[in-house]
């Protein structure tokens, strides 16, 4: 584990948070359907993404040596756990308003079926399934660099407030990117715990060869989520047949205009750390500042008045 990161003693809780869509219009970024779908878009990806960052964290268990790791990865699969469950409640908000998902998340889900612990139903040696957990931890790791830095683009730009959006779907949002600042450490330091001290130079290579595949993968499912919630509204006419490059080259022109989306090339960019061999997420985000903007969000504030009710 990475010194300052022990030496941070921060551990990670749980928020169970409860959110309430029936009031929420659906272009929630008000008039901004691009923004509104493609930011919808973590809504189908992400709960059967984390859920499975979750299973192979609980795998990655009887592995850790180190009990203050032990008790980030638990935190960390707490809190993804209920990341995929308030997404859930989205997909819900987005059925109300006569989205068609259901099919298109049963094939993501047999799409992540394919590569949980027998990858492709392959029966794996001892030492070739340990391998696999490494790897699929490598490619939690990656994700987790590109939800760190829409975390820290969240909680720098804070691009849905000032009255532009509406405020409940914009506190899911902000708490879970907040979140994901907070827990930035945790998959990259399982990964190298897992490797071993030892294997410095091979745990570099392969996280190199993950980021490879993770992050035109990543970029693809957003824009094919993007592109089911489009398709399926008429003010997304403009958009919905936009392939790959036309929508990424108007996420750069959006981000420029109304700052509600993220910047692409800014995510690209940030990969410059990623190939650094002393790359580390803990230099990635602020911890403090993803906490003041917990301690602010109204759902997180209702949860703590209930516990002291
Ligand atoms: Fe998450
Ligand atoms: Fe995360």
Redo the contacts with the bound molecule.
């Keep these: 584990m990475h010194p300052q990161q022990r030496l941070e003693n921060h551990y990670l809780q749980q928020r169970r948070v409860q959110f309430d869509f029936s009031n929420t219009p659906e272009h929630w970024i008000y008039d901004n359907p691009f923004a509104t779908h493609l930011i919808n878009a973590v809504h189908l990806i992400?709960p059967v993404g984390?859920l499975w960052m979750c299973r192979s964290f609980n795998e990655a268990l009887p592995y850790i040596k180190d009990e203050k790791l032990r008790a980030d990865v638990k935190g960390f699969v707490h809190?993804?756990a209920h990341?995929?469950s308030a997404h859930k409640v989205a997909q819900e908000y987005l059925r109300h308003y006569d989205y068609d998902i259901d099919g298109f998340l049963i094939s993501l889900d047999n799409i992540f079926k394919q590569i949980n612990t027998a990858p492709l139903g392959l029966n794996l040696s001892s030492s070739l399934e340990y391998r696999w957990l490494t790897i699929r931890v490598g490619i939690a790791a990656a994700v987790e660099h590109f939800?760190t830095m829409l975390g820290t683009w969240c909680l720098d730009d804070q691009p849905w407030q000032n009255k532009t959006a509406d405020e409940m779907m914009s506190d899911l949002m902000t708490w879970?990117l907040a979140?994901?600042v907070e827990h930035r450490s945790v998959a990259f330091d399982l990964y190298m715990h897992l490797c071993g001290e030892n294997n410095k130079a091979f745990a570099y290579l392969q996280r190199q060869t993950i980021m490879l595949a993770v992050a035109p993968l990543f970029t693809f499912a957003i824009y094919q989520c993007f592109k089911k919630l489009a398709q399926q509204d008429q003010h997304a006419d403009p958009y919905k047949n936009y392939g790959l490059i036309r929508a990424l080259r108007h996420t750069a022109i959006e981000h420029a205009r109304s700052k509600q989306v993220p910047s692409f090339f800014a995510m690209i960019s940030s990969l410059r750390h990623w190939v650094k061999p002393n790359y580390h997420p803990y230099h990635e985000g602020d911890t403090d500042k993803a906490l003041q903007v917990l301690n602010r969000s109204p759902a997180v504030k209702a949860l703590t008045k209930l516990r002291t009710c």
């Design positions: 992400l984390e809190q993804e990341h995929a939800t879970h979140e994901e």
